[in-house]
């Protein structure tokens, strides 16, 4: 399943920071992009925003998903 939406235990993920940390990630991502408190980020948003390849991105947070099924 593909999924869109970047989550706070996404950037902890990739980051390997605090939860707190990557709360404040995606706070200051939302402020930056003048999005209101319950609209979301996207992987694309993060990834543009960050300069970060969104392919490789999606890539990592597949494995990280797939080692916790494990």
């Given at each position: ?5 970047m989550?706070?235990?996404?950037v ?8 707190s ?16 408190k319950h ?32």
């Open positions: 399943m593909i999924r869109i939406v989550y706070p235990s996404d902890l993920l990739l980051t390997n920071k605090s939860e940390y990557a709360r404040r990630v995606i706070q200051n991502l939302k402020r930056s992009l003048n999005k209101e609209q979301i980020v996207t992987i694309k948003e993060y990834c543009q925003y960050y300069g970060l390849d969104v392919d490789e991105v999606i890539a990592a947070l597949n494995k990280c998903e797939l080692n916790k099924a494990s």
